[in-house]
């Protein structure tokens, strides 16, 4: 048995047995994060094309439908829709709970309930970035838009509700995963849309662009719309999170703005702590939330209009 979080009990996590030792799993990288090697499936992270994964072929059929089906005018309907935020009234903490009526379709890594995941990135945040109250939060709820999903959200597809995001309105950059399903899309052979610029201008600023519908937007508008004081970085973490062609890949910098170009390096930080801490090692959920409940009290109101 390893053990993987160093002062587990302070900050709540129950440590589960392992099989090999802890060098040999895990990566020690600066902040003194143990980036594993591995996810809980024993395969490498976002290993869209292993052959071997479990869930490589759902995943799959998951990106073939979301590549087909994203286009501008699904992406211009679905903001309409969700600006009016007049399905549900509740408070930050009710819909963590929420979220665990939600299963991730298109995640290699996870099939733990998103409670857990939420917990682990605040929870791997907060042990090496412990000043920084607004980013805790941040990794908490940057996941909550999933409940998208559920019917009283509209029971969206998953493929309009999970999954990486990009750009519509301007070319389907190639690192995108899966690339090949976007022949399916309608506006792949859309001379106003299948060019570098597209519809868009340099540096004219993400804020501009319309992105793929998912959780991440509809979580950004939630968060905006109910007037939350988080900092402005903390909204492009929410907002752009899936966007791996961008934060991972390095493409579609042409349209970043310089406050853009700041905020990205959060997102850089942010998406370690997303993406590695995905694991088997559980949170003690009653044991964290009094914490979590204070920093919701500070940057949120105590009801929101989902
Ligand atoms: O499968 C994952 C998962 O849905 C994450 O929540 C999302 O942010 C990722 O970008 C996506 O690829
Ligand atoms: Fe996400
Ligand atoms: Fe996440």
Redesign the pocket.
Known sequence: MTILIEQSDHFGAEVEAKTEPINERELVLDGGFLIPQTNSFGHMFRAYNDAVSERREGVENFYRKNHTYQSVDFVKKMREEYAKLNRVEMSIWECCELLNEVV?E???D?DEPQIEHLLQTAEAIRRDYPDEDWLHLTGLI??LG?VLNLPSFGGLPQWAV????FPVGCRFDESIVHHKYFKENPDYNNPAYNTKYGIYSERCGLNNVMMSWG??DYMYLVAKENSTTLPSAALFIIRY??F?ALHREGAYKHLLNDEDVENLKWLHIFNKY?LYSKSKVRIDVERVKPYYLSLIEKYFPAKLKW
């Open positions: 991730d298109s995640d290699p996870l940057h996941d999933k999970v999954g990486d995001t959780h991440d999170h899936s791996y997303d």
